[in-house]
């Protein structure tokens, strides 16, 4: 078993190892409630305010979550097991095929329990197999949650309730994974003034787009070729993450951005923006 920090305190990734699969856990401290954090990972209109851009539930023992990011990716969860609010168990999207040729479900288990008024919340996302073809599922699923579960934290911290507006922008791309990264962070590229190599999570940033824009805010998870992420504090403590995927959606380099109460006009201007930023870097 290893165990990656990822230098937030708040947050550890543990990994796990057995005969035949392999798994990782999450676990972070969120200030609200077990039920409120049920409430936020089990009702689609909460879960369409940090996760994914649509959700379908039909909640109780042997009923479903379906999580939708527009065309680019669709995928339902069975619950196999339900005791709000502590413990929901689910299939993942889609059986994974192993090294033997079968199709195995992967399964998500979310563990909450309160502490002092906050709650402790341990995802373990388990039944990889430990063949070079789980590889990508495995590194994107576990880069992925890192960035989500801070995504949840973050809205039940900051913008509770409130509705998120949120837009994924992708551009396929050839190459490898460090490459097509290499263009997105060189000042020809997306980011034209800022980017300092290997920024460290809970640092400060500030990068000026070639676009204009400037996103300035604290870093939450930096994992390149796949991911960097942060608060911005100029859109009123959003969220922006880009890298590389090729996990289910890829291989693509994307830039996201969450918005909580930002004017219409201003997010479809940004939304324009980027997208001819990133088609101007990769066409």
């Not at 851009?53 to 009923?63: C, Q, V």
């Not at 619950?79 to 033997?100: D, K, N, Q």
């Not at 919340?121 to 989500?148: I, M, N, P």
Request: hydrophobic letters at 35%; one cysteine or more; glycine letters at 12%.
């Amino acid at each position: 078993m290893t165990s990656d920090s990822l230098k937030d305190q708040a947050y550890t990734i543990t990994e796990q190892d057995d005969d035949r699969t392999r798994g990782h856990t999450h676990e972070l401290v969120i200030d609200a409630t077990p039920e409120q954090v049920w409430k936020a990972i089990t009702e689609a209109r909460e879960l369409e305010n940090w996760f994914p851009m649509n959700a379908e539930t039909e909640l109780g023992m042997g009923g479903s979550i379906t999580y939708m990011w527009g065309e680019a990716f669709r995928g339902t969860c069975l619950i196999e097991a339900w005791s709000p609010p502590h413990h929901l168990r689910t299939t993942w999207v889609e059986p994974v095929t192993g090294e033997e040729g079968k199709r195995r479900p992967l399964r998500v288990d979310w563990h909450l329990e309160g502490a002092g008024g906050k709650t402790v919340l341990r995802l373990v996302h388990s039944g990889f197999g430990k063949g070079a073809d789980w590889d990508d599922e495995y590194d994107g699923t576990r880069c992925g949650w890192s960035f989500e579960l801070r995504s949840l934290r973050h809205y039940l911290e900051h913008h509770a309730g409130e509705t998120r507006r949120a837009f994924w922008i992708q551009r396929p791309v050839t190459g490898e994974g460090l490459s097509v990264w290499n263009r997105i962070v060189a000042p020809d590229g997306l980011i034209a003034e800022g980017w300092e190599p290997d920024p460290t999570p809970g640092s400060a940033y500030r990068y000026v787009l070639n676009t204009g824009d400037v996103l300035e805010g604290t870093v939450l998870v930096n994992e390149p070729p796949r991911v960097m992420a942060g608060t911005v504090t100029n859109t009123d403590m959003g969220l922006m993450r880009f890298g590389h995927e090729d996990c289910g959606v890829g291989p693509v380099a994307h830039l996201w951005l969450s918005t909580w109460g930002m004017e219409p006009d201003r997010f479809e201007a940004l939304e324009r923006g980027w997208d001819t930023a990133l088609r101007n870097v990769f066409g």
